[in-house]
């Protein structure tokens, strides 16, 4: 089995019965997305892939295994899907929420909320019923001191600190797989 070049990130859902990596090929990140045998077998689901933007993808899983968010640093996303009882990924409406910078996210054990480090931020969402995230108020705070592993260097666009939530986490119409 072999994935696109780029695996940033291998992912199990909460049942064990799904696997997803979010890799990037060609400065495109997909999703793969494997059913998990009862031996550990991985195979591979259909569609095997799902678009998830460009570049710098990192994912996690919702701990009750419904949904799933997929970031996307260089197109300044996160990428939000269903997870379906067959473990499949399908994109939510809206598809992304933009957030400058976005490299990794993190979500509560009790998945009431999802944080994304940003460019010079941290992104807040609260995480509705059915897995669609909305902006926290305020939308950002500022990530404070310096980590040893920065982002990308971001776009002109994302290079401004986000103060307002009209410059990080508004939904985008694009479409997933930006």
């Keep these: 089995m072999t994935t696109p070049n780029g695996p940033q990130l291998l992912t199990v859902s909460p049942d064990g019965r799904s696997a997803y990596i979010a890799h990037t090929n060609s400065g495109n990140t997909f999703v793969s997305q494997w059913d998990v045998?009862?031996?550990?077998?991985?195979?591979p689901k259909s569609p095997p892939t799902v678009p998830a933007g460009m570049n710098n993808?990192?994912?996690?899983?919702?701990?009750?295994?419904?949904?799933?968010?997929?970031?996307?640093?260089?197109?300044?996303?996160v990428h939000q899907y269903d997870i379906g009882a067959d473990g499949k990924l399908a994109a939510k409406t809206p598809p992304t929420l933009s957030v400058p910078g976005a490299t990794w996210p993190a979500i509560t054990p009790d998945g009431k909320s999802l944080y994304v480090r940003g460019a010079g931020l941290i992104a807040q969402f609260n995480v509705g019923a059915d897995g669609a995230l909305s902006a926290k108020t305020p939308a950002t705070v500022p990530a404070l001191g310096r980590s040893r592993r920065s982002p990308s260097p971001p776009t002109a666009a994302a290079s401004t600190r986000a103060t307002a939530p009209t410059t990080c986490c508004s939904s985008t119409s694009a479409q997933a797989g930006g």
């Design 57 to 77: 993808a990192a994912m996690v899983i919702a701990p009750n295994g419904r949904s799933a968010y997929v970031t996307s640093n260089t197109d300044a996303l």
């Design 37 to 43: 045998a009862a031996d550990g077998t991985l195979t």
